[in-house]
Nanobody
Framework: QVQLAESGGGLVQAGESLELSCVAS????????MAWYRQAPGKQREEREM??????????DYAGSVKGRATISRDNARNTVYLQMNGLKPEDTAVYYC???????WGQGTQVTVSS
């Protein structure tokens, strides 16, 4: 059974930084692409936005809204994927989810709230 456990969310002020972590189990982590999504307040699950993704070879992709402010990385030895977010804005407020798309697996999410 695939399990993804996010951590690192919280309440921050605009301009500050956060690093989210996601530890994966029950999955051959090193061969899986991983991604971070977010669901903004009032949005439905189907409206989750892909924030960043990383392939097994380390190629990354970012949503335009976070490009230049976000960095996704992975540590295969620790089965962990990270999302570093800098220069946070109130519009970054959302529940952030870790996902292993090829396994259709999602974490429970971690809340990020950015105050102005």
């Amino acid at each position: 059974q695939v399990q993804l456990a996010e951590s690192g969310g919280g309440l921050v002020q605009a301009g500050e930084s956060l690093e989210l972590s996601c530890v994966a189990s029950g999955i051959r982590f090193s061969i899986n692409a991983m991604a971070w999504y977010r669901q903004a307040p009032g949005k439905q699950r189907e409206e989750r936005e892909m924030v960043a993704s990383i392939t097994r070879s380390g190629r990354t992709d970012y949503a335009g809204s976070v490009k230049g402010r976000a960095t996704i990385s992975r540590d295969n030895a620790r089965n962990t994927v990270y999302l570093q977010m800098n220069g946070l804005k109130p519009e970054d407020t959302a529940v952030y989810y870790c996902a292993a798309p090829e396994s259709s697996a999602w974490g429970q999410g971690t809340q990020v709230t950015v105050s102005s």
